[in-house]
């Protein structure tokens, strides 16, 4: 079965697809041009590990920390299992593709994002069924402490195709050199909310960039909050087109025709916020640049695109990774997913050089 992110994608895609062309918001002139690009190849993986997708990362110490959603493996470890809703492993800064990580007696790497016991308990008495609840990890955000900060999305996976259910928003923290992270209790932000897993540091203050459920042209509203706060949902404030509102459903589409992940950062090559992102039914990967984290965000431009896919398949849920930039950010780094066929894939690294 795929994994349910990449049948989001198609779900999400169509819709953009049918709605191409509707108008974006108001738009600045990309001011970047792509001098060229270079695929180093695939994060590593155990042996056994046949795909895994996601691949939030950041800098914690002296050590990479790579994230991942879904990871399919053979054998099964002891309970049977194939599937890991999350894991995670660690590499040099200078060898991002090389990562290590614990394995247990059977080869199989452990979870990122451990489940509760209602959770486990859960997914034990619905395996037959297939109906599960699943950890998906996004932004990661590098804290005072010198622990990560981790948003991650919370869901049900139901039988059949793109059948699944959104709860919420949680965060964990995850230490220097761990490749598990302790959750917080609870949720930050609810099922009725925009999926705000998409996170960035300016100064004091952390923004947020969440989808509006239901959003037939694949918009992205954003919200912020001081880093301090974090932690205390009633602190979130959310951009209305005027000013930052406590009312999240007053929030405004800053961003559109985005189909799943999404990372926004500060260039400082480029003097300007970037954000990279998957195109809709496409290979390709898009930038688009601001002048502020609420924008006026610009038309996308492509940076890239990716390797064919394996048939009936598409490239998926590029994300850029700023603490892998060189050259002041002349050069950065970006992954996507590509399909290799039936529960098979890589998370390939691709750098990409600004004129």
């Known amino acids: 079965m795929l994994r349910p992110s990449f049948r989001r994608f198609f779900v999400v895609g169509l819709c953009g697809a ?25 994060i590593g993986a155990p042996p056994g590990v046949s795909a895994r997708d996601g691949g939030a990362s950041v800098r914690l110490d002296d050590k990479i920390l790579w994230t991942f959603g879904d ?16 894991t995670a492993a660690l590499a040099d800064p200078d060898r991002p593709l090389i990562v290590s990580e614990p394995l247990d007696s059977r080869g199989a790497p452990y979870p990122f994002l451990p489940f509760t016991a209602d ?18 990890p996004g932004s990661i955000v590098a804290a005072e402490d010198g622990s990560g ?14 059948n699944y259910i959104h709860l919420g928003i949680g965060l964990a923290h995850v230490d220097p050199d761990q490749t598990m992270a302790v959750r917080d209790p ?14 960035v540091r300016a100064g004091t203050w952390l923004y947020v960039y969440g989808s509006l459920a239901g959003s037939r042209d694949l918009a992205v ?3 912020r909050v001081s880093f301090a706060q974090v932690r205390e949902r009633a602190a979130y404030r959310f951009w209305d087109g005027v000013d930052w509102n406590a009312d999240v459903m007053r929030a405004v589409p800053v961003m559109r025709h985005i189909p799943g992940a999404l990372t926004v950062s500060y260039n400082a090559y480029l003097r300007t916020y970037v ?6 039914l496409s290979n390709r ?6 002048p502020a984290l609420e924008g006026p965000w610009s038309t996308p431009i492509i940076g890239f695109t990716g390797l064919t896919p394996a048939k009936d398949s598409v490239d998926y849920a590029a994300i850029e990774h700023p603490e892998l930039s060189t050259n002041g950010g002349q050069t950065i780094v970006i992954t996507y997913y590509h399909p290799l066929g039936s529960l098979k894939g890589e998370l390939r690294l691709v750098t990409v050089t600004f004129s």
């Open 186 to 199: 609870g949720l930050l932000f609810g099922a009725s909310e925009p999926s705000f897993v998409s996170a």
């Open 71 to 86: 990871t399919l493996f053979a054998p099964a470890v002891a309970d049977g299992a194939h599937l890991r809703s999350n």
């Open 221 to 223: 509203v954003v919200g």
């Open 149 to 162: 900060l981790v948003f991650y999305d919370k869901l049900r996976v139901e039988p059949g195709i793109l």
């Open 275 to 280: 954000a990279v992102h998957s195109e809709a």
């Open 285 to 290: 990967v898009v930038l688009q640049t601001a």
């Open 119 to 136: 959770e486990a308990a859960y997914n034990a008495a619905h395996a037959s069924l297939g109906d599960r609840v699943a950890l998906w």
């Open 18 to 42: 049918v709605l191409m062309t509707v108008p974006h918001l108001a738009q600045t002139d990309p001011p970047v041009i792509v001098a060229a690009t270079q695929d180093l190849g695939a």
